[in-house]
């Protein structure tokens, strides 16, 4: 805990940059920009990992987008993703992705943990970010799942993981750039600077795609905290989790099943 608060006084003073190797370890294709796009330049030695390619194989976001089918939404997501990397220096050889359809990262939580424990152990970085359990869209919630048990997998020394803030469910509507409340484990702020907020919002203009659900988004603060060891097996919250507001074919308690299962099956005896 020592390690990620001296890291987060350093994000938060705005101060130089580092070689420390960071993986960021995100669901979708422009996650990482909502989260901490503004800091990745900071870090000369960062790599990305996607867990999904940002398509649902439904094709209803593909046809809305104007795209024939999920593989052209998919690759375009991609183009998006690569020329907003390029504004901060990350080629596509650090980003990496798995291919899982959008919408789908639950359905094999075992499989995803371990094909994370293999990255992180032959990469081994100093500094891993990810998602907190929230509760606002199921790949999120399987990838902060896999992460956490991916590195009790692992021997130490572990990277020092923090969490960078997404959505969740809120009074009247759905809460953004902020983290619900975790014992022990206080986010920091970070208040961009014009130049910061400029280099971000020139990213997200590189995800055309993603153009109205990006623009509800905060540009002018980043918030990330230590990680603290969530129980997977029970609710983020009390009430309706965000992601039971769409026909994704998941909810929190088939969420939980699969986390309790995936728990078992990776020999952690359904212990969170």
Not at 61 to 84: K, V
Request: aromatic residues 6%.
């Amino acid at each position: 805990m020592a390690e990620a608060a001296a890291l987060l006084a350093w994000l938060a003073s705005g101060a130089g940059t580092t070689d420390l190797p960071l993986l960021v370890v995100a669901a979708h294709p422009d996650d990482e920009v909502i989260g901490l796009g503004a800091q990745l330049p900071r870090f000369r030695n960062a790599t990305l990992l996607h867990v999904t390619d940002g398509a649902p194989r439904d094709g209803r976001d593909a046809a809305i987008h104007g795209f024939a089918d999920p593989g052209a939404y998919a690759a375009a997501r991609r183009g998006e993703l690569l020329a907003a990397l390029r504004l901060v220096g990350i080629g596509a050889d650090r980003a990496l992705d798995f291919g899982i359809p959008d919408q789908q990262a639950a359905l094999d939580l075992p499989g995803l943990t371990r094909r994370i424990a293999d990255l992180v152990g032959e990469r081994r970085p100093a500094v891993l970010v990810t998602h907190p359990y929230e509760g606002g869209h199921p790949d999120h919630d399987a990838t902060a799942f896999a992460v956490q048990a991916a590195l009790r997998l692992l021997r130490p020394p572990r990277p020092v993981l923090l969490e960078m803030a997404c959505y969740h469910a809120g009074q009247g509507g759905i809460a953004v750039g902020c983290f619900l409340p975790a014992v022990g484990c206080e986010p920091v702020t970070i208040t961009l600077s014009p130049q910061d907020c400029a280099l971000k919002r020139s990213m997200i203009g590189c995800f055309t795609t993603q153009r109205q659900v990006l623009a509800g988004f905060p540009i002018g603060t980043e918030s990330l905290r230590p990680a603290p060891r969530h129980d997977f097996t029970q609710p983020p919250h009390p009430g309706r989790l965000h992601y039971e507001n769409f026909p994704w074919g998941m909810t929190g308690a088939r969420f939980r099943c699969l986390a309790a299962q995936a728990l078992r099956d990776l020999g952690m005896g359904g212990v969170p």
